[in-house]
């Protein structure tokens, strides 16, 4: 084996997702670079640009070009096989930092957030932090339906000590993610991802933030959406009673 072809890999991993997030993927990169810097770690940044066959979406082109002048850039830019889920699982499948950060790239979450997801995560020793939203600035047709959401995900999955399942960025150490196992290719995704670190009794953290209001682009959020979360949920749950009949 040749040592030269050895490269340690980088303390930080943020995978972004940036589904049509198009020339907007400059300035949140940019933001996020900004920010992650500070830290004064080794990092690579994931821009997750995924599009639907026969779309215009320009995201692909822009992040590339983003590769191009930034040597801690990576894309994944595949024709999609599923909504959010499957880009979170796409972007995490080359992540190689010994910490990894997932974020929209929509500009909705503070990327200043990253720097605090990850002191809290190195500082206090813990193996998984993520925000909750204590303000919320979009439509409250959506901060309803997540008030709704985080009711039912609390009564179905007790005892985990979260205020907001869906809130980003979610932080975690490699081996809590070499430990989960996701599957979901939709918009679950988030709630798998909590159902199996309740699993793991790992020890966990959450900070607060504010969610911004986009008016670039409509909810992706829609009745479909929800119908889905709760059938996911109640799956998730059964799931989850046998397991528990298993190792019993």
Not at 99 to 117: H, N
Not at 225 to 237: G, H, M, Q
Request: charged letters at 25%; aromatic letters at 10%.
């Amino acid at each position: 084996m040749n040592n030269k072809n050895l490269q340690k890999p980088p303390e930080l991993s943020v995978v972004i997702l940036c589904y049509q997030t198009e020339e907007y993927a400059r300035v949140f990169t940019g933001e996020v670079i900004d920010n992650v810097s500070k830290l004064n770690v080794d990092y690579e940044v994931i821009l997750v640009a995924n599009y639907l066959k026969n779309s215009q979406d320009k995201t692909p082109q822009i992040a590339r070009e983003l590769q191009c002048s930034n040597s801690c850039v990576k894309v994944v830019a595949l024709p999609k096989k599923g909504m959010m889920g499957w880009d979170m699982i796409s972007g995490l499948k080359v992540a190689t930092g010994r910490a990894i950060a997932i974020i929209d790239g929509d500009g909705q979450m503070p990327p200043e957030d990253l720097v605090r997801v990850y002191k809290k995560l190195r500082e206090e020793n813990l193996d998984f932090v993520k925000t909750y939203r204590i303000k919320r600035e979009d439509s409250f047709w959506r901060t309803t339906v997540s008030i709704a959401y985080n009711f039912i995900f609390h009564l179905l999955f007790p005892g985990l000590s979260i205020h907001d399942v869906n809130s980003k960025p979610k932080i975690f150490t490699r081996e809590v993610y070499e430990r989960i196992n996701l599957t979901s290719l939709d918009w679950f995704a988030d709630a798998e991802i909590m159902i199996q670190v309740r699993r793991s009794h790992i020890k966990i953290g959450e900070i607060p933030t504010i969610f911004k209001k986009i008016d670039s682009r409509p909810s992706y959020v829609k009745l479909e959406a929800i119908w889905e979360f709760i059938k996911n949920l109640a799956k998730a749950r059964l799931n989850e009673f046998m397991l528990i009949r298993e190792t019993k």
